[in-house]
């Protein structure tokens, strides 16, 4: 079998130490429908972007999932490489929009045993990979991996490798193809990369109890317990932060080599408990403080164009204006410090004019009570010298007026 057109490997990331008290806690992240995870990613060669894996469906044969991520094109080592086809960036700019996106999208399905005791963990995602493959798992390890991890302190797992020098391995021509996309995909032959790029070797738990991991869970700063472990896969020192639940040992964190980072940063559970919902958050924070911070809706990269899975949070939005016909918000649109401060001041306020015609447009919320701003990259709620910070300033806030 091979995969005829090229897949985005997941990248990686190191958290820094264990948790500080936070809001809130809890210790399971439940696997069914409507679940979301957000995760900031730094890729060698690609640059910052973030990925949105959706769960869709959960029976008793498995779990399905989609992945959508907009990777932009012309940064780094893929820039000097792309060249030729018409994706250099200058680089040292301050002021200019960021290179154009390439959208990705997938949907994959882990079957009811693989979860269970798999021990190949295939963080790839893309069009051209088999939905089901059999003997590997998606979002995470597997149960066995884990309760290894748990009682005899070490477990065997496999991955693929996420470095440009996998593709300098295998050649040029299909380095270029893994990370251009599927619009080359007659361009070369993949199918060397189904055994080269697997990294096979064994994994060791550091800390003999579980430590804090920091995520907002449906709004909230959450502390999920989580088992560390580092080890070689292939030739390359790897580190993992793992949901320490044997029902969704979900990877929160993973770096091999240093091709890249990937941590989790945000995480929707739907819940069916009233009070416990978006819009409770929402209406809460606007009650007491005037403002509430809004990270569930998503942009295409680069963009004012919203992003289907935007669709959830703003009924939530749309059903707490409707449930306080008194309330009248403004839209606070916020960026990272990628671009520039004139490039992020009108994306940042085209993307709250982008929120209030969807409320107007879409849910039926007078625009006479909804305003608009965008203060781009010059109130940061974190550092934009990590991606996970960046992640946390692309926001928008509604405040009460």
């Not at 430590?211 to 709004?219: I, S, Y």
């Not at 749309?318 to 606070?332: F, M, N, P, Q, T």
Request: glycine letters at 10%; one cysteine or more.
């Amino acid at each position: 079998m091979r995969w005829r057109s090229v897949a985005v490997l997941l990248p990686v990331c190191v958290l820094a130490a264990a948790a500080a008290a936070q809001e809130h806690s809890q210790s399971k992240i439940p696997l069914r429908p409507g679940l979301t995870i957000v995760t900031a990613v730094t890729q060698e060669g690609v640059g910052d972007f973030e990925s949105i894996k959706r769960i869709t469906t959960v029976d008793a044969d498995g779990v399905t999932l989609t992945y959508n991520a907009d990777l932009p094109a012309g940064n780094g080592t893929l820039s000097s490489l792309m060249g030729a086809l018409g994706d250099e960036q200058e680089k040292g700019s301050t002021s200019r929009k960021p290179a154009d996106a390439r959208h990705v999208h997938g949907n994959r399905t882990v079957r009811r045993q693989d979860l269970l005791e798999a021990r190949d963990y295939m963080q790839y995602f893309g069009e051209g990979i088999p939905q089901t493959i059999p003997g590997s798992t998606a979002l995470g390890v597997s149960r066995a991996v884990l309760l290894d991890l748990r009682a005899k302190k070490a477990s065997q797992l496999s991955v693929r490798d996420a470095g440009v020098g996998a593709g300098l391995a295998t050649g040029l021509s299909s380095m270029i193809q893994r990370m251009a996309g599927s619009e080359m995909k007659d361009a070369v032959d993949t199918s060397e990369l189904e055994e080269l790029d697997v990294l096979k070797g064994s994994i060791h738990r550091v800390e003999p109890q579980p430590v804090a991991f920091e995520v907002q869970v449906n709004g909230k700063t959450t502390r999920l317990p989580a088992v560390h472990a580092t080890g070689t896969l292939g030739d390359r020192p790897c580190e993992f932060y793992l949901l320490d639940d044997p029902e969704n040992a979900l990877a929160l964190s993973w770096k091999i080599g240093e091709s890249g980072r990937l941590r989790v940063i945000r995480i929707e559970v739907p819940t069916a408990s009233p009070g416990h919902g978006t819009a409770e958050r929402i209406a809460e924070n606007l009650a007491s403080t005037g403002r509430a911070v809004v990270y569930g809706i998503y942009f295409d990269f680069a963009s004012d164009t919203l992003k289907p899975e935007s669709q959830t949070v703003l009924q939530e939005i749309a059903s707490v204006l409707k449930g306080h016909a008194d309330w009248r918000l403004s839209i606070e649109g916020h960026t990272d410090s990628i671009g520039g401060p004139a490039y992020n001041q009108d994306l940042s306020t085209r993307r709250a004019a982008a929120v209030k015609r969807a409320l107007v447009e879409s849910y039926g919320i007078a625009a006479t009570r909804l305003v608009t701003a965008g203060y781009g990259e010059s109130r940061p709620k974190a550092s934009n010298e990590t991606v996970e910070g960046r992640a946390l300033n692309r926001r928008v806030e509604l405040v009460r007026r």
